[in-house]
């Protein structure tokens, strides 16, 4: 498994993966993306981690092989060194334990070069593969949020994971 970054060769890549509706409810996305667009996207981002407060990261089983999924640190706040995490694997390759190594990888980078002290989670509570996932990466569970979500059938409760990468000083 392989962790790297995005290149603009990942265009067509992108744009199945962002323009698949099964993915939108998870993904907080209610229309399609351009190529244009993603092609944006691209050209920026290899930009700091601190400045735009985002990392995508694609999914690779070796290096040179393709992708089968991304992986994102999003809503970083630098003051308390946290990010929130989201993993989206090509239907075509679930359940090939891709999932569960990319968050090792990652976490591993977000601990050792990032220097991030926690990484969480939200989760539909219907979703019952990501709670699984989250599960067994070591993520506890610390909460539910009561009709969080918006979904096509009514409103769905969100379940809060997090993740110490760094012991925590006693208070």
């Known amino acids: 498994m392989h962790l790297r970054a995005l290149e603009p060769d990942d265009l067509e890549f992108l744009y199945a993966l962002e323009n698949d509706p099964d993915i939108w409810g998870v993904s907080d996305t209610l229309a399609p993306v351009s190529r244009h667009a993603l092609r944006e996207y691209l050209a920026h981002a290899g930009a700091d981690f601190y400045v735009v ?3 995508r990261l694609v999914i690779t089983t070796e ?4 992708a089968v999924g991304v992986v994102d640190l999003f809503d970083f706040d630098p003051l308390h060194l946290r990010a929130g995490v ?3 694997i090509l239907v075509s390759e679930r359940r090939h334990g891709y999932a ?3 968050l090792e990888l990652l976490k591993n980078h ?3 070069l990032l220097r991030l002290h926690q990484i969480y989670a939200t989760v539909g509570a219907d979703n019952a593969a990501s709670l699984k996932l989250f599960r067994a990466a070591g993520f506890r569970r610390v909460g539910i949020r009561h009709s969080w979500l918006r979904t096509a059938t009514g409103w769905q409760d969100a ?3 997090q993740c110490l990468l ?3 000083a006693g208070i």
């Open 53 to 55: 407060r985002q990392l």
């Open 63 to 66: 290096i040179g092989s393709p």
């Open 86 to 88: 989201g993993i989206t």
């Open 100 to 102: 569960r190594q990319a």
């Open 110 to 112: 977000a601990r050792q």
């Open 159 to 161: 379940v809060e994971w």
């Open 166 to 168: 760094q012991p925590s």
